[in-house]
């Protein structure tokens, strides 16, 4: 058994539906601009940008119900609604077409951004990491097996900010699919069995305030709630 000069961190982990056992985390990543309606939202050209990705710690990774923290340093925390992948295999210059044989199950989660943050970072030419790595800025529903859910293509995607609809979209509207996109992260790291990918969210993309009540869902994957919790 390895000794450690302190006492190591507990492995971040996500609930697993229906099962007391939980599904490590050993890295996050991030699909941006994954949808043609929000790249055009956030002033990009969807036809011209291959997949791009940032992380986010494993730790970031939280549940997605009960109270979620407000973070500090920013008075614009957007949400956007994802399709979270989680992986069993991993490796490296995966082909698109074997791509999918590395995933386990899939969840829905939330990318939460300091958009003030963002929007300085990206002026300054700086990275992006504060604004989108801060704590609990990564909930997640439980997550479903393959064997359960299939691997959702066609499904709509949705979130509701205190019972009004704020995104609404369908996975088929991914510029790159869940294939493509492991096949196209594979090229630029080595994947591992927990990996989750965050796969992009759909346009409507909107801030976030204390006390403010969160739904959302991929329809035949999961549905959660939760509350901006107070400062």
Same mark, same amino acid.
């Given at each position: 058994m390895t000794e450690f000069v302190i006492t190591a961190p507990e492995t971040a982990s996500v609930a697993v539906a229906g099962s007391s056992a939980r599904f490590p985390v050993r890295r996050v990543f991030c699909v941006g601009r994954n949808? &043609? +309606?929000? &790249? =055009?939202?956030? /002033?990009s050209d969807p036809n011209r940008e291959p997949?791009?990705?940032?992380t986010k710690p494993a730790d970031a990774v939280v549940p997605a119900s009960g109270a979620v923290p407000y973070p500090p340093s920013t008075n614009d925390m957007h949400h956007e609604?994802?399709?979270? %992948? +989680?992986? !069993? +295999? /991993?490796g490296k210059d995966i082909d698109a077409a074997q791509a999918l044989d590395? %995933?386990?199950?899939?969840?829905?989660g939330l990318d939460?951004?300091? =958009?003030?943050?963002?929007? %300085? +970072? !990206?002026?300054a030419g700086r990275p992006w990491d504060m &604004? !989108?790595?801060?704590?609990?800025?990564?909930?997640c529903s439980p997550l479903h097996p393959v064997s359960d859910v299939g691997h959702p293509a066609q499904a709509?995607?949705?979130?509701?900010?205190?019972?009004?609809l704020r995104q609404e979209g369908n996975l088929d509207e991914m510029i790159w699919p869940i294939a493509d996109v492991i096949a196209s992260l594979s090229r630029l790291v080595t994947l591992a069995p927990g990996d989750l990918i965050y796969s992009g969210t759909p346009s409507g993309v909107g801030a976030l305030q204390p006390g403010d009540q969160v739904r959302g869902g991929v329809d035949g994957v999961d549905t959660f709630e939760l509350t901006i919790a107070l400062r």
């Open positions: 949808y &043609a +309606a929000h &790249a =055009r939202e956030m /002033g997949p791009f990705f940032f609604i994802e399709l979270v %992948v +989680a992986l !069993k +295999a /991993g590395l %995933v386990w199950g899939y969840g829905v939460l951004t300091r =958009r003030d943050l963002q929007a %300085v +970072a !990206k002026d &604004a !989108k790595g801060f704590d609990a800025s990564a909930p709509r995607i949705w979130l509701e900010v205190n019972g009004t």
